[in-house]
């Protein structure tokens, strides 16, 4: 089970429409799909996503350092040795933690495809399934936003995330707008992407109270642990953390800070599937839930987020993950589309997908 080959490649899938937040707009998801291949001619597919608006780096910086550093590192290493393939990467290479989950994930694809298992099961097996997930508002006009949420609450979902961020009364009207359109029954989430100052934080926050939201999502930028547990002090609304939290010790940062009543765990975010379990585990210790967050994977990224999302423990139901409904097309075989709010998961060997690669070839812009 040695791994003899180490690939990267960087993917841009068009999205169906522009996708704004309070950093930016995204019109093609960007991403680096990990490709390893074993002595035995297993292959296992991994993948990093990214923005560089958020993360501070693109794909092509995943590839390329996925190429120099973490690619050579754990070739002739065995893909059942996972704790030592993330010592060996952390040693090579500090922090990246994306770039890390690409090779993470692509092994943890292979040593289930080894042994004829879907990969949740490598993980003590799934907690639920079919898997809820949710769809998201982004930062769009009133009367679109409502028009959003209805058709999803149509479509089956139950949980709805809301962008915010940029402007606060603007912000706050968009919530209102969508509340009275979905009514009472479904859950609302918002998420400003560190869009606030602490005044403007404050204010908003307020405001938005009145509409029954699960949490606010990072109102502050992610260092100020300060200002967040101010706001959880205050507010009745749970705050939650996102850039706030990449690792373990990220976790224990924000509980003696007090500056979060719930985590966002994102699989690409946290360097992989065995890092998103631990700080699972260690959120659940220190008695903060969590939930799954997403970064608009890919079909595989959203296998991999699915995996984890089904089998780890103290996080709330509906997963934030798109599937393939976010794309014009995606670079699997059969793309994940949701039914009523649900996603089936896979139960095929590894992640349980087939990579196009003629589609990992074009969108990585590899002739031939």
Known sequence: MKIVKVEAFPVSLPLKK????????????????????????????GEASTWHVVYGYDQHELVWATEQYLGPAVMGMDVTDMEAIL??????LPKNLMAKAGVEIACQDARAKALGIPLYRIFGGALKKPVEVIEVVDIVPFEE???????YVKDGFRCIKIKIGLHPKEDAERVRVVREAVGPEVRLRVDANQGYDRVTAMKACQAMEKYDLQWI??????????????????????????????????VYKVARAKAADVINIKVAKCGGI??????????????IPCFLGGCIETGVGTAAALHFGACAPNLFPALEIAGSGAFTDDIIERPFISTEGVIELPE???????VNEEKLKYYSGIEG
């Open 18 to 45: 522009p996708f704004t937040i309070a950093l930016g707009t995204m019109t093609h998801s960007p991403h680096a799909v990990v490709r390893i291949t074993t002595e035995e001619g297993i292959v296992g597919y």
């Open 87 to 92: 010592i060996r990467m952390n040693t090579v």
């Open 145 to 151: 936003a409502a028009k959003m949420a209805v058709q």
């Open 217 to 250: 999502e990072q109102p502050l930028p992610d260092w100020d642990l300060e200002g967040l547990a101010m706001l959880a002090e205050a507010l009745w609304t749970p705050i939650a953390v996102d850039e706030s939290i990449y690792t373990l010790q990220d």
């Open 274 to 287: 065995n890092p998103s379990l631990k700080i699972a585990h260690a959120a659940a210790s220190v008695g």
């Open 348 to 354: 095929r060997p590894g992640l349980g997908v087939v």
